[in-house]
């Protein structure tokens, strides 16, 4: 019965199966973040972390309209186990740097999933991921911006406080 119904869905059962993959991903994401969130409250980076704290309200809204499009489409979305949160680091910078490289995994992996939606012609999926393109493309540059500003400010005294003030408009 289980094949059967896997068969009268909407959604494509090897994107349905990528998505849950990226559920996944997106969970670990906000789960990261919060963490990030946590050392930057515990150093006093009030900014950065209210920053933090939104983004990872954001991956866990993207973990869920994930997670509803399966449902919607007929597929079977699965609840993630998040494990491996990194929760000690050396610098705000060096969080930066990791919420870039996460971005651009996530970016990476999106995209994949977007091939394999054009190989299998599951528009629906596609048509569906072009929001996430578009939301990858932002975060990635939030994240640029602030590891600009380490650039031109360096990462000492006044100029880690003066960063952390400028993140809230970012």
């Known amino acids: 019965m289980k094949d059967l119904v896997r068969q009268k869905i909407s959604i494509n059962v090897d994107i349905m199966d990528l998505l849950n993959q ?4 997106e969970a670990h994401s906000s789960s990261a973040y919060l963490a990030m969130a946590s050392w930057c409250d515990q150093n006093g980076l009030n900014y950065s972390a209210e ?3 939104k983004q990872s309200e954001e991956e866990r809204e993207h973990m869920l309209k994930i ?5 919607d489409n ?15 680091f050396n610098s705000l910078q060096e969080i930066f740097e990791a919420a870039l490289d996460q971005e651009i995994e996530i970016t990476k992996s999106i995209h994949s999933i977007v091939f394999k939606a054009r190989k299998v012609q599951d528009l629906s999926s596609e048509y569906f991921l072009q929001w996430f393109i578009n939301e990858q493309m932002e975060e990635e540059q939030k ?3 602030v590891l600009e500003l380490f650039d031109l400010m360096g990462t000492d005294g006044i100029a880690l406080k003066l960063i952390d003030e400028r993140v809230k408009d970012i």
Do not use: D, L, W
């Open 22 to 25: 990226q559920i996944k991903k």
């Open 67 to 71: 997670f509803k499009f399966i449902n």
């Open 74 to 88: 007929g597929g079977t979305a699965y609840s993630p186990e998040v494990k491996s949160v990194m929760h000690e």
């Open 143 to 145: 994240m640029r911006r």
């Open 51 to 53: 920053f933090f704290y």
